[in-house]
């Protein structure tokens, strides 16, 4: 096998691990992907953050094969160009799904116990103690996207016994989910839920998937949690919404532009939490990532690319 370049630095660990597993083949290791594609030219594997690879990048490595993003989500890759070159892609699909999962449960909770609203009164050093809580038992959850982190989300609220209903393409049963539908049942899933979370990817389809008809049928003390990308949710619907407080409030750890602006409106609703795109955020990324890598080089070279896991479909884009 050619040479293998990382567009980025593992840490010390894993890129231990991987090259002693594979101690005959050639790894080179750069800061991001746009000084390997200037250097390793002749590379058949490149492995990197999906926003990396753009199609100039693609260009510049002649003999690539395979590629693999560090990221679960692949919206951003140029794929018109890696279908042309019949290349092999996949993603760390899996390796989110336990953060994720715990930031959705956890700020479930935090609405519910208002812990955010008691530690505002801390800083005041006000005793008040009218706030209403309220349970997370009998909830009604509704995961649009029942891949590795819906499942997970749902397989984790199993102690709270929420009711948990989940959106994917087909409809087909997943576990932990009380119920599934496919895309055609959303109006019914969001009408229904008392939170609602976003984790499917982003694709032609579901680009502006959730817009102000959407939006007008979820309960006026529903909330919105969106850990998926900003573009599936119309950003001006959205804040029309939350300021006409139609919803209790969202979540919102993706959006289109990142960093959001400093301008930008959602600041400045109180009934919205921000965070900055951090919900993956884990110490554990390398370690679930390099499973996968570990995995996929030796299907790679033994020529058993069928065996490959996480292979990303070109047409579908996931």
């Given amino acids: 096998m050619n040479k293998i370049v990382f567009g980025t630095m593992l840490d010390e660990r894993s890129r231990n691990l991987i090259e002693c597993t594979f101690k005959n083949i050639n790894f080179k290791f750069f800061s991001d992907i746009e000084h390997a594609s200037m250097s390793e030219k002749e590379a058949e594997v490149i492995i990197g953050f999906g926003h990396e690879m753009t199609e100039q990048v693609l260009n510049n490595f002649k003999n690539i094969k395979w590629i693999h993003t560090l990221s679960?989500?692949?919206?951003?890759?140029?794929f018109d160009k890696l279908k042309q070159k019949n290349v092999i892609v996949t993603n760390s699909r899996g390796v989110h799904a336990i953060p994720m999962a715990e930031y959705a449960i956890g700020v479930m909770l935090q609405l519910t116990k208002h812990f955010y609203d008691y530690y505002n009164l801390k800083k005041e050093r006000r005793w008040d103690n009218s706030l209403l809580?309220?349970?997370?038992e009998g909830k009604v959850i509704g995961i649009i996207g029942t891949g590795a982190i819906g499942s997970t989300i749902a397989k984790k609220l199993q102690p709270f016994n929420t009711i948990i209903n989940g959106i994917n393409?087909?409809?087909?049963?997943?576990?932990?989910?009380d119920w599934n539908g496919s895309m055609d049942k959303l109006d019914q899933l969001l009408s229904t839920s008392d939170f609602v979370i976003l984790t499917i990817p982003l694709t032609k389809k579901t680009e502006n998937l959730i817009t102000k008809d959407?939006?007008?049928?979820?309960?006026?003390?529903?909330?919105?949690?969106?850990?998926?990308?900003?573009e599936i949710v119309n950003e001006e619907a959205l804040i029309s919404i939350l300021k006409?407080?139609?919803?209790?409030?969202?979540?919102?750890?993706?959006?289109?532009?990142?960093?959001?602006?400093?301008?930008h409106p959602l600041w400045e609703l109180d009934n919205v939490m921000i965070t900055p795109h951090i919900s993956d955020s884990s110490p554990f990324f390398f370690n679930r990532v390099t499973k996968i890598l570990i995995h996929n080089l030796h299907c790679f070279s033994r020529n058993k690319n069928n065996m490959m896991?996480?292979?990303?479909?070109?047409?579908k884009h996931y």
């Fill in 214 to 230: 959407q939006l007008d049928l979820m309960k006026t003390t529903s909330y919105l949690i969106n850990l998926s990308r900003g």
């Fill in 169 to 177: 393409t087909t409809g087909k049963a997943i576990p932990y989910f």
């Fill in 133 to 136: 809580a309220e349970e997370l």
């Fill in 72 to 78: 679960a989500g692949v919206d951003s890759l140029p």
């Fill in 244 to 263: 006409e407080r139609k919803i209790r409030g969202a979540v919102l750890d993706v959006f289109i532009n990142e960093p959001l602006p400093k301008n």
């Fill in 309 to 315: 896991i996480n292979q990303v479909d070109l047409e």
